[in-house]
């Protein structure tokens, strides 16, 4: 539903232009292999009984989404 809306938003109202022409669709296979990446290095901290994230913990997150482009 909500890329559905978001897609409307986009494309027919011409808000949030800064997203258009960028993949919408959060359930595609692409993003499954981010949510597993991501899902790793949850399953890390949460081994290591982390209840807080710092911004270098924050930092992997991202660093494993990005690297997953290439």
Known sequence: MHY????????R?????????KELESHGTGSFSKYSK???IH???ESQKKENY???DLQKF???VQ????
Do not use: C, P, Q, T
Request: hydrophobic content about 35%; glycine content about 4%.
């Open 62 to 64: 991202i660093d494993a």
């Open 13 to 21: 109202m011409d808000e949030y232009l800064e997203y258009r022409g």
């Open 43 to 45: 399953r890390k901290f």
């Open 4 to 11: 559905y809306m978001m897609s409307y938003l986009v494309d």
């Open 67 to 70: 690297n997953s482009r290439h």
């Open 54 to 56: 710092s911004l270098s």
């Open 38 to 40: 991501m899902l790793d």
